[in-house]
Nanobody
């Protein structure tokens, strides 16, 4: 069983930045898995934001965050990051990390989900 724990959420003004972290742990840790980030905003369904392959050499972003968010990973400490820049009030929501194959993460059906971390952006 793989566990994912997010951290780094908080409250920030529009135009600000945050760094989210997701630490993976567990006996079944598969270092070849892709990692992704999703967001659920108030009144909306959970949406895909970004995915990174296991080597960290390939990334893909949703159009809504392309150019503002950056996904990165450090396999040495089983941590994945999401750098949030130029934040907007509509970026408010609970941010979740996910782990699984690349296609499963893109489809929103990864093997593992974290519990989420709240990001609130005020205007």
């Amino acid at each position: 069983q793989v566990s994912l724990e997010e951290s780094g959420g908080g409250s920030v003004q529009a135009g600000g930045s945050l760094r989210l972290s997701c630490v993976a742990s567990g006996a079944a840790l598969d270092s070849s898995a892709a990692m992704g980030w999703f967001r659920q905003s108030p009144g909306k369904e959970r949406e895909f934001l970004a995915v990174i392959n296991w080597r960290g050499t390939s990334t893909f972003y949703a159009d809504s965050v392309k150019g503002r968010f950056t996904i990165a990973r450090a396999n040495a400490n089983d941590t994945t990051y999401l750098y949030l820049d130029s934040l907007k009030p509509e970026d408010t929501g609970v941010y979740y990390c996910a782990r699984g194959s690349g296609p499963d993460v893109l489809a929103g059906t990864p093997r593992s989900w974290g519990q989420g971390t709240q990001v609130t952006v005020s205007s």
